[in-house]
């Protein structure tokens, strides 16, 4: 009696230790669908926009500033915010671009990537795993923007140039409402994956 006990006991045991294991792997396989869907009702929010003042940049330095928006999600709705870098290019950066030759891994023009040369403006947010590149390489030709966590590597215009990154850094809209300022705009999930100024110029 105390034997079979034993057994049945162990067998539920065993049981419930290989419930508790599927469970896991099970929840594991799931959860890149949900968090996959978090992700896409995250991106549901109002328009947002933000002046950033340009003056106190200078040439060769960078800014991230953080863009606020309201996105709605399963759970209620809260505030996100996007990095965004603000680049003030010297003109010897832009003279460079245009001399050397380099590879790209998503090659794009050059004049798709800017409103004004001088100025570079996108979504500080490494399309490898989300870092932030905020170092810039000085002694690389041309002069790279470089992410921490991985070492990629991207042009004065956020186009990769090598490393682990898949492609380029994502544009976000903004507009010159004066010579020192600028209005970053975002109305739709769209905005904030742009990868030339022509998807959001004509807004």
Same mark, same amino acid.
């Given at each position: 009696m105390d034997d079979d006990g034993s057994v049945t006991t162990r067998r539920n045991f065993l049981t419930g230790c290989c419930v508790a294991m599927g469970a896991v792997a099970v929840g594991a396989t799931a959860f890149p669908a949900i968090s996959a869907l978090r992700v896409? /009702?995250? +991106?549901?929010?109002?328009?947002? @926009?933000? @002046?950033?003042? +340009? &003056?106190?940049?200078?040439?060769g330095e960078m800014k991230v500033v953080g863009l606020s928006l309201k996105r709605v999600t399963l759970i209620g709705t809260d505030d996100l915010v996007v990095p965004v870098m603000v680049l003030h290019r010297?003109?010897?950066?832009v003279r460079q671009m245009e001399?050397?030759?380099y590879g790209l891994k998503e090659p794009v023009e050059a004049v798709e990537r800017y409103i004004n040369p001088e100025w570079f403006v996108a979504r500080a947010f490494c399309t490898h795993l989300g870092c932030t590149?905020?170092?810039?390489?000085?002694?690389?030709?041309?002069?790279n923007i470089v992410c921490p966590c991985h070492g990629g590597r991207f042009d004065t215009l956020g186009r990769v140039? /090598?490393?682990?990154?898949? &492609?380029? +850094?994502?544009?976000?809209?903004?507009?010159?409402?004066?010579?020192?300022?600028?209005? +970053?705009?975002v109305s739709s999930p769209k905005d904030i994956t742009a990868t030339k100024v022509s998807d959001f110029q004509k807004a």
């Open positions: 896409a /009702s995250d +991106l549901v929010f109002g328009k947002t @926009e933000q @002046e950033v003042d +340009l &003056s106190a940049i200078q040439p010297k003109p010897e950066w001399e050397v030759k590149p905020n170092i810039i390489d000085e002694s690389a030709t041309p002069v140039i /090598s490393g682990p990154p898949p &492609s380029n +850094l994502f544009l976000l809209p903004y507009r010159f409402v004066s010579e020192n300022r600028i209005n +970053l705009f």
